[in-house]
């Protein structure tokens, strides 16, 4: 008999070997001390829990997050990573169920400012980069990392900052453009431009949009219904045709529905009255509302269209444009201050002269 995967000695030294790969990326790329012993606690009390389960599947799902724990850590993603322990953690203080190992809180974390975390992690990607030049020994004591290395590894990150504010600068004023949702055959026009970039969107256009595209789904809804129910008109009107003339109507719903024209059959002849009369008796209250539901709809986009092109809409274009232009003119004129009284002195080793103070000195 085939043994379970549980008793094989490969699968152990498998889990055993992704366990202390885990632990050995997790001082390599995670900084931040309340990260690390976050991981190293979930991890452990997750691999506790599940030493003794029974299902493959649930084995298998366990094995590949913990890859994919290991693949964001590689990656810096620690916000996924936070996600994903977060998920685990929920999972393993579920109420109502008992755990047969006693789980020890972990040790507090000491709190570490945000800042040294940062930098933490720019000196890190730093050596790395430059050891793999060979611009850096493999070996380095951290007095010469804090002291040396630090203030480089800043400089050059505050540098391709500075890069890329004078790339901005040089392309102009950012653009103020139309941005449109759509909600049903509806199009809801909004400014997008620097200015209100990144800040939460007013309540009123939230209504607004809210409202809009509940109709258009309802709308669509309506749609759907009154087409599933034209199928059954159109049985009706074939079955009573049929009692009375003892004929078939050809055709289908969709045709009719689709169309102005009077129904025509399969022989391209136009229906006789009796056909026509049948028909028109059963599925016209169905094209009426057709019509209604697409005449409410064309209402709508008509409206927001022609709201577009008011001169209110115009003004606010107009408002954005000469905030964002004013916007780029005071950026533009403490970069130039900047760049005649500062940079000219920078230099990485002196904390008040650094690039990130001069930056952060003049708002960027």
């Not at 953690?89 to 972990?106: Q, V």
């Not at 449109?180 to 209504?207: C, D, E, H, M, P």
């Not at 028109?280 to 409206?303: G, I």
Request: hydrophobic share 35%; aromatic share 10%.
């Amino acid at each position: 008999m085939v043994l379970h995967f549980s008793q094989l000695p490969h699968h152990r030294t498998y889990v055993l070997h992704w366990y202390r790969y885990t632990l050995r990326n997790i001082p390599r790329n995670v900084h931040s001390e309340h990260l690390q012993l976050r991981i190293k606690s979930v991890t452990r009390t997750t691999v506790l829990k599940h030493r003794s389960d029974k299902s493959s599947w649930s084995i298998y799902k366990l094995l590949r997050d913990l890859k994919k724990l290991n693949t964001l850590l590689l990656k810096s993603k620690t916000e996924k990573v936070w996600e994903l322990l977060t998920l685990y953690s929920r999972k393993t203080s579920g109420k109502g169920k008992k755990s047969s190992l006693p789980i020890c809180a972990p040790p507090k974390a000491p709190e570490q400012d945000p800042e040294t975390v940062r930098n933490a992690k720019l000196l890190h990607d730093y050596i790395t980069e430059k050891q793999r030049r060979s611009l850096l020994p493999n070996n380095l004591a951290d007095e010469f990392k804090l002291k040396l290395v630090l203030p480089l590894a800043l400089h050059e990150h505050n540098l391709q900052k500075l890069h890329r504010i004078e790339y901005k600068l040089a392309s102009g004023p950012p653009k103020v453009s139309l941005n449109y949702t759509s909600a049903g055959k509806a199009r809801i026009w909004f400014v997008r431009s620097a200015v209100n970039k990144g800040k939460r969107q007013s309540r009123g256009l939230g209504r607004i949009i809210r409202l809009e595209k509940k109709k258009g789904q309802n709308n669509l809804d309506y749609w759907n219904s009154i087409h599933e129910n034209s199928r059954w008109a159109w049985h009706e009107a074939v079955w009573e045709h049929l009692i009375e003339t003892n004929s078939v109507i050809q055709g289908s719903p969709e045709k009719f529905l689709s169309s102005t024209a009077k129904p025509i059959n399969k022989t391209g002849h136009v229906a006789n009255v009796d056909e026509n009369r049948v028909i028109c008796e059963w599925l016209n209250p169905l094209k009426e509302s057709l019509e209604f539901l697409s005449v409410q709809s064309e209402r709508q986009a008509k409206y927001f269209e022609e709201y577009k092109r008011k001169a209110t809409f115009r003004s606010q274009c107009q408002y954005f444009a000469q905030k964002t232009d004013l916007m780029y003119q005071n950026r533009k004129r403490r970069y130039t201050k900047m760049l005649n009284d500062d940079l000219p002195f920078v230099t990485p080793f002196f904390r008040t002269r650094n690039l990130p103070a001069v930056l952060k000195a003049h708002k960027f």
